[in-house]
């Protein structure tokens, strides 16, 4: 008994530092102890209640390291619909929700028309219900009125409260994000082909993992700015957040009450600037009616509340110096002009090189090395150049001249007609292409060979250990183990790994090979029209133009890659290996909802990565297509669309947006 009552007062000690050292790292921004003695601290606990198994609770911090599986995560409706807020760019739209809000009130008599302003998080919205101060449940947005169960996921993030005060049945919503430190992190820990565009990306893909424990691992962060269910309803906004601090939540402290509309100008003018400086990533302002008791009042639309509203902050532009041009070879031989940039400070980082994509793009901005030039973050991500400044044009430009030979091997370059990139023709002997046809084979979306980046591929090429993707699977551990940086753990987990790949599907390895224009869509197809590449390789141009999503030009780069002198001993080499040249199944269909359907994609989307959001349509009877014609069945537009848009509009071609394409499935 003795010893269970001080394990229970060390554990409670222990319980309360863990919680204190949480708070100070991911709200307060100022840790007192190392990432390892943290984990120490945790150790002892997980420990301790491993050894008193009657005093863990649901609210202990070892709850939180996650370790299930899950293979499906249910579907369970939301207690009122999460709507989307309306977006706007313009100042002007933001006078006139404020001005249509006062108004609308003004007519039911009322004059409380204060708006509580916060910075909008660039994260994944969720929702959290608590029921006798524990948390129960966890659920994903999903279509507004459907989301899915992921409470298993949730617990893991150190910032959701597992217990609180016991204020009734209480529903709290808000947003999943990563800090910036945090995704760079994450970033780091894997190879450069594998890496997450943004920390959006990496949440949304995240929350979406079916391993808590691997969840866990990437530390996540939860910021809260909506409550529901507490006694007094009449209870303002603005109160409902101090409410929320006081429960033990974030809610990121950037918030702030507006009276009038120059009150809401100016904390949108203050945060233009001062975001940057934040640990994480936000990409707007959020304005809410302050009266709760008057939002079912206003009412929504289909989509949206009538009130409030998401000011989304214009991409950031910066002025800067093209001091050289350098060029890049792609896996497929493609030459890609890149800026060099004088480093400048744009949207929070510093920028020194930026694709100019190809020397006809290099026509139309007309720029020229050491041009004045305005930069720009393309979704506050990509950096591009947008325009040169010609008032400002020095003597002494020099013209960006196409190089007539490969920068790495000093092959002449060519141009096929009707194209606007240069290649390199020496496929079989330039090393940047062998890197890029290896990268590309190991690759997550292809053959998935973990342990083999970037840095393991240079030295693998540079002493022509490897060649093609072939001699990957004759690798031996002693011949690794010689390699810089790599030992004999190192060398163990790579020939694992390819082992491992040898498993996966004939339609993989056929997107893996790096045959132009056939991307995981056409690989699919591919597949599916012919189960072997015996079968592919003795297939006409003629034929393979009657594949849906294979025309002319695909059928052309299929054959031509068939006819090379070098394919027939290279597939022996990946048939010795134990790689799959044939499909062993026919891919299961889930339901027939898109049966007969092409279906194109434009934008960001928030819950899908593009290959998953095609898989899905394809699992379904779908086909996905690149391009907008009038044959296109469906567009599914997420967030900054772009031009296919226009077209599709123009065309008549269906339109949905992400929550009602997830309905669809």
């Known amino acids: 008994m003795t010893d269970s009552i001080h394990a229970a007062e060390r554990i409670a000690k222990l319980r309360q530092e863990i919680e204190r050292h949480n708070h100070l790292y991911y709200i307060e921004a100022k840790p007192e102890l190392s990432d390892y003695e943290f984990d120490k601290l945790l150790e002892q606990l997980i420990a301790l209640e491993r050894q008193f198994p009657d005093l863990v609770t649901p609210d ?10 899950t293979k499906e995560f249910v579907s369970v409706t939301h207690r009122e619909p999460m709507l989307s807020l309306s977006n706007t760019y313009s ?40 029921r006798d101060g524990l948390l129960v449940r966890g659920a994903t947005r999903g279509d507004g009125v459907q989301g899915d169960d992921i409470t298993v996921n949730i617990r893991t993030i150190p910032t959701v409260p597992l217990k609180i005060e016991d204020v009734g049945e209480i529903e709290v919503r808000g947003e999943v994000f990563m800090r910036k430190e ?87 003018a203050e945060w233009s600037e001062k975001r940057w400086k934040l640990p994480y990533e936000t990409d707007g302002v959020v304005l809410k009616l302050n009266a709760v008791t008057l939002w079912d009042k206003l009412g929504a639309t289909a989509k949206s509340p009538r009130w409030a509203i998401a000011w989304k902050y214009p991409a950031q532009q910066a002025r800067t110096v093209l001091n050289a041009v350098v060029f890049q070879v792609g896996r497929l031989g493609t030459i890609t002009p890149v800026a060099e940039l004088e480093p400048v400070l744009l949207a929070g980082s510093t920028v020194s090189r930026s694709t100019l994509h190809n020397f006809d793009e290099i026509g139309r901005l007309g720029v020229m090395i050491h041009d004045r030039v305005i930069i720009e973050k393309s979704g506050e991500v990509i950096p591009k ?40 023709a020496n496929e079989e002997e330039c090393p940047a292409q062998i890197r890029g046809r290896l990268l590309h084979f190991a690759s997550r979306n292809a053959m998935d060979i973990k342990s083999l980046g970037k840095a393991l591929v240079d030295q693998l090429v540079a002493i022509r250990l490897v060649k093609d993707v072939g001699d990957l699977y004759f690798l031996q551990e002693p011949q690794l183990e010689k390699l810089e940086r790599m030992g004999r753990k190192s060398a163990q987990n790579l020939v694992r790994a390819l082992d491992e790949s040898r498993a996966k599907s004939y339609e993989r390895l056929l997107y893996a090979l790096g045959i132009r224009h056939v991307g995981r869509a056409t690989a699919r197809e591919l597949s599916q029209a012919y189960p072997s590449l ?57 339901n027939r909802n898109f049966e007969g359907l092409t279906v194109l994609f434009t934008g960001g989307l928030d819950r899908y990565d593009r290959l ?18 009038k044959k296109t069945g469906l567009v599914v537009a997420g967030h900054d669309p772009g031009s296919k848009l226009d077209k599709a509009l123009k065309l008549g071609v269906r339109v949905v947006s992400e929550d009602e394409f997830e309905a669809m499935l």
Request: charged share 25%.
């Open 612 to 629: 998953t959001a095609s898989e899905l349509v394809m699992e379904r009877g779908g086909r996905v297509v690149n391009s907008v014609s």
């Open 182 to 268: 945090d995704f760079e992190q994450l970033n780091e820990s894997r190879p450069e082909e594998e890496r997450f565009a943004n920390p959006r990306n990496a949440t949304a893909g995240t929350l979406k993992l079916q391993d808590s424990a691997e969840v866990a691992c990437r530390r996540m962060s939860f910021v809260a700015y909506y409550l529901k269910g507490i006694r007094d309803e009449s209870t303002a906004h603005f109160s409902r957040l101090k409410l929320l601090e006081e429960l033990g939540f974030s809610t990121g402290n950037h918030y702030q009450l507006c009276r009038e509309l120059h009150d809401i100008n100016e904390f949108i």
């Open 534 to 590: 015996e079968a592919l390789m003795q297939a006409s141009e003629e034929q393979l133009a009657t594949v849906p999503d294979i025309g002319p030009v695909v059928a052309h780069s299929i054959c031509d890659y068939f006819a090379k002198p070098s394919v027939p001993h290279f597939l022996e080499k990946l048939n010795a290996a134990g790689l799959p040249l044939s499909a062993s199944e026919s891919t299961e269909q889930i």
């Open 60 to 69: 202990s911090p070892s709850q939180r390291v996650g370790g299930a599986i």
């Open 91 to 130: 100042p002007g739209d933001v006078e006139e929700f404020y001005n249509r809000v006062k108004k609308l009130l003004a007519l039911e008599g009322v004059d409380e028309h204060e708006m509580v302003a916060e910075l909008k998080f660039d994260g994944v919205a969720i929702s959290l219900l608590y």
């Open 385 to 424: 150049v947008i325009s040169v400044v010609l008032e400002e044009r020095p003597s002494d430009t020099q013209p960006i001249v196409i190089p007539s030979n490969c920068p790495e091997c000093g092959t002449p370059l060519a141009r096929t007609e009707g194209e606007v990139s240069y290649y390199c």
